[in-house]
C-alpha cells in the first residue's frame, strides 16, 4: 500500500537544543498530519496541515513546534526549543482528502529529550 | 470527554481463539479506521470503515453508526496477532483522528 517515511527513526537530543523530524507523505496526497505518542499513553493529536497553512491544532502544538512543507519536500516538525516532556514516538500521517479516506501513518520518530 | 472508547482494555488468547474488539463513540463521525500497532510502534491500517462491514482475511470490521459502535473480529487468533489494535474516529472535514487508549492482545501458543 501507500507509504509514509519518516526520518530520523529515532533520535536523542540535549534538552534546549532543536529537532527537525521530516516526513516524505504519499505523492499524490494533499493533507498532511503529526500525532504524537509518549511511551504507554495514547495517541493524541498535534496538527494537520493543508495548502501551506496550518488548519487545525491541538493544546498539545505548543508554541515551541512549527511545521513547514516547502514545496517538492519534506513535511517537518520542528521543535525548538526541545523539553524533556517532548520526549514521545512522533507519527506523520497523510491523506489525499481531508476526510472520508484513510490515513496512512509512516513508522514514527522516536525521540528522546535528556 | 473521552469521544473513543475500547474494550477491553487487554486480551489473553490461546492460539486458535476467536476476538471481539469493541469500540463506541460519543460523537457523529465521518470516518472510522482500525489499526494494528506493532510492539515496536508502528501502526498497520487493517480497515476504513465508517458503516457497515468490512472484510480482510481472517479480520471482520463492522461500523453502526446509530449505535455509535465499531468492532473489529478476529478469527483463529494466531501468535503473529499480538500486539494493540486502536480504532480511531474521525468528525471533522479536515480529517483529524481522534484515538482510543487500544487493546492489547496476547495470544499464547
Known amino acids: 500500500g501507500p507509504k509514509v517515511l519518516q526520518i530520523p527513526s529515532h533520535q536523542i537530543i540535549d534538552m534546549g537544543q532543536m529537532v527537525t523530524l521530516n516526513c516524505d507523505p504519499v505523492?499524490?496526497?494533499?493533507?498532511f498530519y503529526w500525532y504524537k505518542q509518549i511511551l504507554g499513553q495514547q495517541m493524541e493529536f498535534l496538527v494537520n496541515?493543508?495548502?501551506?497553512?496550518?488548519?487545525?491544532k491541538s493544546k498539545l502544538f505548543k508554541d515551541q513546534f512549527s511545521v513547514e512543507r516547502p514545496d517538492g519536500s519534506y513535511f517537518t516538525l520542528k521543535i525548538q526549543p526541545t523539553a524533556l516532556e517532548d520526549s514521545a514516538v512522533y507519527f506523520c500521517?497523510?491523506?489525499?482528502?481531508?476526510?472520508?479516506?484513510?490515513?496512512?501513518f509512516g513508522e514514527g520518530s522516536r525521540l528522546i529529550v535528556v | 470527554g473521552q469521544q473513543v472508547q475500547q474494550s477491553p482494555a487487554s486480551l489473553v488468547l490461546q492460539e486458535g481463539e476467536n476476538a471481539e474488539l469493541q469500540c463506541n463513540f460519543s460523537t457523529s463521525l465521518n470516518s472510522m479506521q482500525w489499526f494494528y500497532q506493532r510492539p515496536g510502534g508502528s501502526l498497520v491500517s487493517l480497515f476504513y470503515n465508517p458503516s457497515g462491514t468490512k472484510h480482510s482475511g481472517r479480520l471482520t470490521s463492522t461500523t453502526v453508526i446509530k449505535e455509535r459502535r465499531s468492532s473489529l473480529h478476529i478469527s483463529s487468533s494466531q501468535t503473529t496477532d499480538s500486539g494493540t489494535y486502536l480504532c480511531a474516529l474521525g468528525g471533522s472535514a479536515l480529517g483529524r483522528l481522534h484515538f482510543g487508549a487500544g487493546t492489547q492482545l496476547i495470544v499464547i501458543p
Open positions: 496541515f493543508y495548502n501551506g497553512k496550518v488548519m487545525e
Open positions: 500521517a497523510s491523506s489525499l482528502t481531508g476526510s472520508g479516506n484513510t490515513l496512512y
Open positions: 505523492s499524490n496526497h494533499l493533507y
